[in-house]
């Protein structure tokens, strides 16, 4: 690079406290800018295709009793300061009728693989650019969602797979009532639904979801109720096309304690009623322990371990949930929240190619610094990524410990 | 509700009245008044004397120019515009109601036509470009409604009338009838259709003008609301991607976009002073321009109450369109 293009780099903004600052010249960013473009635009064509044969995207589950598997998922953004890895290789089923909880700290791509599913990632930036994600309707057929074509897709959205999100504030479209937002979704996908029938299934909804009131709020707009009800109604509307799976991202995070509690005993509720799964996104572990069969942590657009909750909780592996754990305040203390770790988290637009975890792990070791750690197996449903119990790491850890020992003699 | 109009009804008269003074004030300020530019030749040529030219100025009520005289003067004018009565206009000998009323309707009819049209072409271009963004379309409309917001309209009247009257002389040039022809008096349809071909140009480069703010007006307001929540929410009920923009988005973008398009309904009738003076349409614009220039103080008057009036009313019509098209808002 010319001494030019060095005098012209511009700082990048947010990455200053980040061990690896990112400078751009206006040349480089430009150049990103038009690659980006061409590879949006090839991302786009792809999904608007129309007419698309059936078997393009038909394809087979891993295991049948899944409703869902993310298979080595990447979506990446492509913003003007370069490539966002923001989900980068995950890989986790959701099996049917089962609560998959995913945790992770803020930023660590947990909405963004959800959305993924739903095809929902903003475009044109964010795009699924490897991997591949299966889902299986209830007739046992089975979706290549990545390949699925945007017209198709919206046959799954709401009715199969729908969303309740963190903002029950924001979330509702604040000028249309309750009644008519709820009715849309059964009339869009329920077949030779009158109003009148729409209007039927909506109250039975509210009703379902243990609103007290239910014509009133059938008629009311959204700004006229409180948040817990707006997320009662959000979930009332989740479920009324009886859905296979609901995502549930944050769905009490902006809610407080007392209502919290009693949206997720709805959400277990309904989810046995309903007899479908739940992905359910949040930063609350006493939320996790107490609704979650499985679960996945994640850390910066990875899976760093997953497990049965009784694996995660009380064998975990991963020194990152190892100190997620401890960080867990125990008993009933309601803020459950994720404790801050020290250090950072990395540049997500120039990831290392070793663990993303060095810099903040305590048993950090040479090995650690060279190659992105392998997944290793503790049980068929256990596993983390980490180099302390394979191979040379673990070479080193046998070895510290005999030292350990010799010291102590 | 009612409260909260009568109130800001009763505001708005405060408004009106310190704009009132402080026009008075400015206008009878202005250097050389009315007499001064009526007189100047024949004062020069020996025709009147200066005891005449005074004797006309009192004759006006314009001789006495110091303070307290001017409060006099407007006391008077506050008075009989109480009454109702906006006095005569000196420029056109006729009272300043009867020149208003004659010469809005024109001025109204430029500006409506060119206001439907700013919405008809503004609204779709900003919402296709906002659905667009960053394409090619949405830059090339951008660039589009930057120079139409930038140009100033004495430029690009004259690039027009240069282009489309002179050069290709497609258009008429000026004015609202043409000259030489003759019409039979029964020939409505013609005479209709003539002043209609005149007023084409005029009634394109107002909307050009406007047109642009429009359009990146609505592109701003489609981009927040397509940017919120409820948005990702109804694109996750598995609606289509048209009723998510036209019926959730739009939907949501139409408020502010009413609200302010209501507000400018009043000014319509208030002229476009600039581009009917290029064009020589005599409208409200026009004629209010030749008063202001002669110093014809009871016109000047009685034209910026009438703008303040219909300012004043604009503001009510959009706190009522407010009310109307977003169900959050209860004023009080
Ligand atoms: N529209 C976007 N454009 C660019 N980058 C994005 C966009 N959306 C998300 N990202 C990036 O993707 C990464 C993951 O975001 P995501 O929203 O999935 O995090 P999260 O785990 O859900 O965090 P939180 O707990 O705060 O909700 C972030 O680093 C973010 O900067
Ligand atoms: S691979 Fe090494 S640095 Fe990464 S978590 Fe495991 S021990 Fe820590
Ligand atoms: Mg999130």
């Known amino acids: ?409 | 509700m009612w409260k909260y109009f009568l109130r800001r009804i009763a505001l708005s008269l405060l408004i009106l009245l310190g704009v009132s003074a402080l026009i008075y004030l400015l206008s009878m300020l202005m250097p050389a008044d009315y007499i001064d530019n009526q007189t100047a030749a024949a004062l020069q040529s020996g025709a009147m004397t200066m005891e005449d030219v005074q004797r006309l100025k009192e004759l006006y009520g314009l001789a006495d120019k110091s303070f307290t005289g001017i409060i006099k003067s407007y006391m008077a004018w506050l008075t009989s515009t109480m009454k109702g009565d906006l006095g005569y206009s000196f420029l056109y000998g006729k009272p300043v109601t009867a020149v208003l009323s004659d010469y809005i309707w024109i001025s109204f009819a430029i500006a409506f036509i060119s206001y439907l049209l700013q919405i008809i072409i503004g609204i779709p271009m900003g919402i296709k470009a906002s659905v667009n963004q960053y394409s090619a379309y949405d830059y090339t409309v951008s660039v589009f409604a930057m120079m139409g917001t930038a140009l100033p309209s004495f430029f690009l009247s004259a690039l027009f009338m240069n282009v489309f009257a002179i050069r290709l002389g497609i258009l008429p040039l000026q004015g609202l009838t043409t000259a030489t022809k003759i019409f039979a008096k029964d020939a409505h349809l013609q005479i209709f259709f003539d002043k209609a071909w005149h007023l084409v140009m005029p009634i394109s480069v107002l909307t050009l003008l406007s047109v642009g703010g429009t359009m990146r007006f609505t592109r701003t307001n489609m981009l927040e609301v397509l940017g919120s929540d409820y948005i990702r929410t109804a694109r996750a009920k598995g609606l289509s991607e048209p009723v998510v923009v036209y019926k959730h988005a739009f939907r949501n973008t139409m408020i502010p976009l009413v609200t302010s398009l209501s507000g400018m309904l009043p000014g319509l009738f208030g002229g476009a002073m600039i581009t009917e003076t290029v064009f020589a349409i005599p409208g409200i614009g026009y004629m209010a321009l030749r008063a202001t220039q002669q110093g014809d103080i009871p016109f000047i008057m009685g034209y910026n109450m009438f703008l303040s009036i219909l300012t004043v009313a604009g503001m009510l019509i959009s706190d009522i369109m407010y009310m109307v098209v977003d169900p959050r808002v209860k004023l009080s």
């Open chain 1, 1 to 409: 690079m010319g001494l030019l293009d060095m005098l012209k780099r511009r700082k990048v903004e947010g990455t200053e406290d980040l061990d690896n600052t990112m400078y751009l010249t206006l040349r480089e960013e430009r150049r990103i800018s038009r690659e980006n473009r061409k590879i949006m635009k090839q991302y786009e064509r792809e999904k608007n295709r129309k007419n698309v044969p059936e078997e393009e995207y038909l394809t087979q589950m891993r295991d049948p009793s899944n409703v869902v598997e993310f298979d080595n998922l990447h979506t990446y953004f492509f913003t003007d300061l370069g490539t966002v890895k923001s989900v980068n290789g995950v890989t986790f089923d959701i099996p049917q009728g089962k609560i998959v909880g995913v945790v992770g700290e803020s930023g660590c791509g947990k909405s963004v693989t959800s959305l993924s599913l739903m095809q929902l990632v903003q475009a044109p930036q964010g795009q699924i650019v490897e991997g591949s994600i299966r889902y299986q309707d209830i007739n046992g057929k089975c979706y290549e969602i990545t390949k699925m074509p945007r017209d198709k897709m919206l046959e799954i959205r709401g009715k199969e797979i729908s969303m309740i999100f963190q903002e029950p504030m924001t979330s509702l479209n604040p000028v249309f009532k309750i009644g008519e937002q709820m009715d849309e979704v059964v009339l869009l996908h329920t077949k030779g639904a009158t109003s009148e029938s729409a209007k039927a299934r909506s109250i039975e909804m509210l009703n379902l979801v243990g609103i007290a009131d239910v014509e009133k709020v059938y008629n009311s707009y959204p700004h006229e109720l409180s948040g817990g009800m707006r997320q009662r109604v959000m979930i009332a509307m989740a479920l009324s096309c009886d859905p296979r799976l609901i995502i549930a991202d944050e769905p009490t995070t902006a809610l407080d304690v007392t209502i919290q509690a009693q949206i997720l005993e709805l959400l277990r509720d309904v989810k046995d009623k309903i007899n479908g799964s739940i992905m359910l996104i949040t930063h609350d572990l006493g939320v996790i322990a107490e609704m979650a069969d499985y679960v996945v942590v994640m850390y910066a657009g990875r899976i760093i371990e997953q497990g049965t909750v009784r694996e995660i909780f009380h064998n975990p592996k991963h020194p990152y949930t190892i100190g997620l754990m401890k960080s867990k305040p125990s008993g009933d203390t309601k803020d459950n929240r994720l404790y801050s770790i020290r250090g950072q988290v990395p540049n997500p637009i120039n990831m290392p190619d070793y663990c993303y975890f060095c810099n903040r792990c305590d048993y950090a070791m040479n090995v650690c610094w060279k190659e992105y750690p392998d997944i290793v197996e503790f049980s068929e449903s256990h596993s983390a990524a980490c180099h302390l119990y394979y191979g040379e790491g673990l070479e080193e850890q046998k070895k510290r410990r005999v030292e350990v020992e010799n010291n102590g003699n």
